[in-house]
């Protein structure tokens, strides 16, 4: 079957898209060009056209799959209601059992940062504005009034540490913890950070 000509930008979102899906199968260590070349049956050379090695290609297939999600996250934050109502669709959401892009290859792009300095720059900045976006919203919260909250970033510091340690627990041991039990602790977790009476908030 005769392949349709892509353009350049069309083309780079399609090698990246099947990088992500290799990754999240095989993992960063395991996955090759000639993986990612094969699932879409085109060349290594293609490939490598783009990328000029697998460390590019893993970099900004990370990247990628986190804007894709930070690009939601914004969506979620930005509606027109509480920022309560905003920040536990957006916490439900990021939790492991939610709809975000794959624990596994957030993990997987952690551990491979340890030794790629430009993942670990790219991760960092990523993870940076995941922060940034929680802060804004819990900020505009305690300014209207919903909520007491005398530091937002250090409250979406230690929401996103509270669920980046669940997202490692079910990823690497999966069964260990039902999702009722997760969201529940999750959703503790924002009643507390936002000084809400026990319920309050909550559907």
Request: hydrophobic share 50%.
């Amino acid at each position: 079957m005769t392949r349709v000509r892509l353009s350049v930008a069309e083309r780079r979102e399609e090698l990246l898209r099947a990088a992500v899906e290799q990754i999240e199968e095989r993992g960063v260590a395991a996955v090759r060009i000639s993986d990612v070349a094969s699932a879409l049956g085109v060349s290594n050379a293609l490939v490598l056209y783009h990328f000029a090695s697998k460390e590019q290609l893993v970099t900004a297939a990370f990247a990628h799959a986190a804007e894709a999600d930070l690009a939601h996250l914004r969506r979620l934050l930005g509606r027109r209601t509480t920022a309560v109502r905003r920040l536990r669709s957006a916490v439900r959401w990021y939790a492991p059992t939610g709809q975000a892009k794959g624990w596994r290859l957030w993990i997987e792009g952690w551990a491979a940062s340890l030794r790629d300095p430009e993942l670990r720059r790219v991760a960092a900045s990523l993870d940076q504005e995941w922060k940034a976006a929680l802060t804004r919203v819990i900020a505009e919260g305690a300014d209207a009034g919903e909520f007491s909250c005398p530091d937002p970033a250090e409250a979406a510091w230690r929401l996103t540490a509270l669920l980046d340690g669940l997202a490692v627990q079910t990823t690497a041991y999966a069964g260990s913890l039902s999702r009722t039990a997760m969201l529940r602790w999750a959703d503790a977790a924002l009643v507390r950070e936002l000084g809400l009476p026990d319920g309050e908030g909550r559907e």
